[in-house]
């Protein structure tokens, strides 16, 4: 997030050297692999990630927004689609929820969410809603994420 992508990309690639199988690593390398652009790599280490964990619905959102960005909507909202039917069961983060539906482009659905999130104060708003943070790119691309942004007093999020 810093901009140090190379070096970002060094120490996790080193972290999965040392325990491949680990969730953690593979989940961070997933995360500076997509911020560093490398997106078809980032994916194979989602798929990884997911494959070894459970597939928490952070790795998850992660996944849909990285397949966005490569152009494949498709396969973004499967992912979406499966973690919106393990929400019915299980609790999955209304604001991670928001992302993966913004990369299915499914907008309504996606506004929907992040009001949802903004309303019970999801914490992985913080995160996921950063327009620092390039998984929530399409979501900054509907004004009306912008507006509830603006009306939780969070304009300070808004992408410069």
């Known amino acids: 997030m810093a901009g140090k992508h190379e070096e970002a990309v060094e120490a996790a690639r080193r972290a999965v050297e040392l325990d ?12 500076v692999l997509h911020f560093g652009g490398q997106l078809e790599e980032s ?9 070894m964990s459970g ?3 952070w790795s998850m959102a992660a996944l849909a927004a990285t397949l966005a960005g490569l152009g494949k909507p498709e396969d973004a ?10 929400s019915r069961r299980l ?18 659905e996606a506004i929907r969410h992040a009001g949802d999130a903004f309303e019970i104060r999801d914490p992985s ?3 996921f809603f950063s327009g620092h943070q390039s998984y929530s790119a399409p979501l900054y691309a509907y004004s009306r994420f912008c507006e509830l942004l ?3 007093g969070r304009s300070d999020w808004l992408r410069a």
């Open 55 to 57: 597939r928490p619905s």
């Open 91 to 108: 609790y999955v983060s209304p604001a991670q929820l928001a992302v993966a539906a913004a990369a299915a482009a499914r907008e309504n």
């Open 125 to 127: 708003c913080q995160v």
């Open 150 to 152: 603006a009306q939780h």
């Open 77 to 86: 909202d499967a992912v979406y689609t499966e973690m919106l039917a393990r």
């Open 43 to 51: 994916v194979a280490a989602g798929e990884l990630a997911l494959g």
């Open 20 to 31: 491949f199988e680990s969730y953690l690593a593979q989940m961070v390398l997933q995360g």
